[in-house]
């Protein structure tokens, strides 16, 4: 849908250039659009601050008994620069320039002049025209015959990552760097298609699950309708209204979380100034996961060349300048766990004196404890992938290890392998393909007596009877979560030709039957009932 005039904006100072060199002669192309600050009715309550502190805020922007609306206004100059990056290395990490409005409960905050991208890895794919990244490895050739038979005038839903202080200059002061944290504290926002999830529900079901669980570290998510406005014309006027349909939206996990996380009184780190690691592609905390530190521990480098691009099974996301003793950091801690001896009487009683004094023990049982029950298996346990480690270890720090738990969607009935609700929960590792010590963390820990018991308890407290779990209640907050969302599901701006739903359908995953939410074989009674027989009433 095409207007033009019916709204006005402002042009307003030049942006930096956009420019990747590239070892191969491939260029990223330059972004030489303007600022296009999108002028809206009502502005007089733009970028309110309502809030007693960053928790409430956050607790209101993901509240999920609220739909909100997010609307990215581009130049067409920007969007198509983001196309030809993403053709040159889909992976690329090279943010275009635009704007960020979000409308939520009564209140509206405005960020221009934002950082805007593709994210993802299996949820990345070219949003607009054909996508011939098969060649990049990206997806197996059968997924993407639809992809590659799409016009060039047909949208499909990607991923998309917002910052709001991308372009800030490197001299801001205190008072514009607080300008671009919206609500006073979000620096971003990360907003996800329901890949492969039909039932719409599966990440922000498990989140939400996980925090009522007391599992704090886990990101906020919630949905939120996604409106793309693409300026053909920035003299005239003239733009395009498209109609992404319903996303997720998740809290960023870096410095703004450990932030929030920092200033609560029982469950918080108490520094914002440690390590903090992304753990990927087999990051199992084995010594082989860093037998060779030069491929396996660093920052990771994403531009429009895959040549020069490198990513790392340990990447640093903070304190980035002294890579070199956080990587001394991860390797002693990865070291001294390989020599934990939990086969012996004595030698128990030691591992348990260095878990409590190295990591939360009890918080990252309930973390996996929630993964087990969701049928996660893309997790530490089971692909040992997809969470953070924060080390609270700076001079004010508590001194431990904290797991941050990371990208859900592989849940109920989407697993990595096997059968994610008869997989045995006190083998979850080995079930999921892994053998006897090659996620060293968790099977020492369950190797401890006290703590094995503890992580049963878990178990069965979290799926008991009239529980948060039991159907009635996970039913009745899933009924209501689609209900909100269910008017905004299809769209007419978009193309359906990969792996996304124009409607909401319980499928119970695309691996296991067994995962119906709504209708039976239903998975609150099934996961119990594996869990009563596995670990005993």
Wanted: proline share 4%; glycine share 6%; hydrophobic share 30%.
């Amino acid at each position: 849908m095409k207007n033009s005039g019916i709204r006005s904006f402002v042009m307003a100072g030049a942006l930096c250039a956009l420019a990747v060199s590239c070892a191969s002669g491939t260029k990223a192309k330059d972004s030489k659009a303007k600022k296009i600050l999108y002028k809206y009715e009502n502005d007089e309550t733009e970028n309110p601050l309502p809030f007693e502190n960053n928790t409430e805020a956050l607790d209101f922007i993901f509240d999920n008994n609220v739909l909100g609306k997010t609307t990215i206004t581009i130049p067409r100059s920007e969007w198509d620069t983001m196309l030809e990056n993403y053709d040159s290395y889909y992976k690329n990490e090279i943010y275009v320039h635009a704007d960020y409005r979000f409308e939520k409960g009564g209140k509206r905050w405005t960020m221009p002049d934002s950082g805007f991208r593709l994210r993802g890895n299996t949820t990345r794919v070219r949003p607009q025209g054909p996508d011939y990244t098969h060649s990049q490895g990206n997806h197996k050739w059968s997924n993407w015959q639809g992809l590659q038979g799409a016009s060039e005038d047909k949208y499909r839903q990607s991923s998309f990552k917002v910052s709001f202080d991308k372009f800030l200059s490197d001299d801001a002061t205190d008072e514009q760097k607080d300008a671009v944290k919206m609500a006073g504290c979000l620096k971003g926002m990360n907003l996800k298609r329901f890949q492969g999830d039909a039932a719409y529900i599966r990440e922000i079901y498990s989140l939400d699950f996980m925090r009522h669980n007391g599992v704090w570290t886990a990101p906020r998510a919630s949905y939120t309708r996604l409106i793309i406005q693409i300026f053909e014309d920035t003299t005239d006027g003239t733009y395009s209204i498209l109609n992404y349909g319903i996303y997720e939206m998740f809290e960023e996990v870096g410095k703004q979380s450990l932030s929030e996380r920092s200033k609560k009184t029982a469950d918080a780190w108490t520094s914002t100034k440690g390590n903090l690691w992304k753990c990927q592609e087999k990051s199992d905390f084995t010594p082989y996961s860093i037998y060779k530190p030069e491929k396996d521990i660093g920052i990771d480098v994403l531009t429009a060349n895959a040549e020069e691009s490198r990513t790392y099974r340990y990447c640093l996301k903070t304190n980035k300048k002294n890579l070199e003793i956080a990587s001394a950091e991860l390797t002693a801690w990865i070291n001294e766990l390989a020599e934990i001896d939990v086969l012996s009487e004595g030698g128990i009683e030691k591992a348990k004196v260095w878990f409590d004094s190295h990591m939360e023990v009890d918080l990252f049982l309930r973390t996996m404890a929630c993964n087990v029950i969701l049928g996660m298996d893309d997790d530490y346990w089971g692909n040992g992938n997809n969470f953070y480690l924060y080390f609270d270890t700076s001079e004010k720090g508590t001194g431990k290890l904290y797991m941050i738990p990371f990208d859900y969607d592989h849940t109920f009935g989407n697993p990595v392998s096997g059968d994610p609700v008869n997989k045995n929960p006190l083998a979850w590792g080995k079930a999921s393909g892994a053998r006897p010590m090659d996620r060293p963390l968790m099977d020492k820990l369950i190797a401890i007596p006290e703590y094995k018991e503890l992580y049963k308890k878990y178990l069965m407290e979290f799926t008991a009877p009239g529980s948060y779990w039991a159907k009635e209640n996970s039913q009745e907050r899933i009924r209501s979560w689609h209900k909100q969302i269910e008017n905004y599901v299809a769209s007419p701006s978009l193309i359906y030709d990969h792996d996304t739903t124009k409607r909401i359908v319980d499928n119970g995953g695309y691996a296991m039957k067994r995962y119906f939410l709504l209708q039976e074989p239903n998975v609150w009674d099934g996961k119990r009932k594996a869990i009563e027989k596995a670990v005993g009433k």
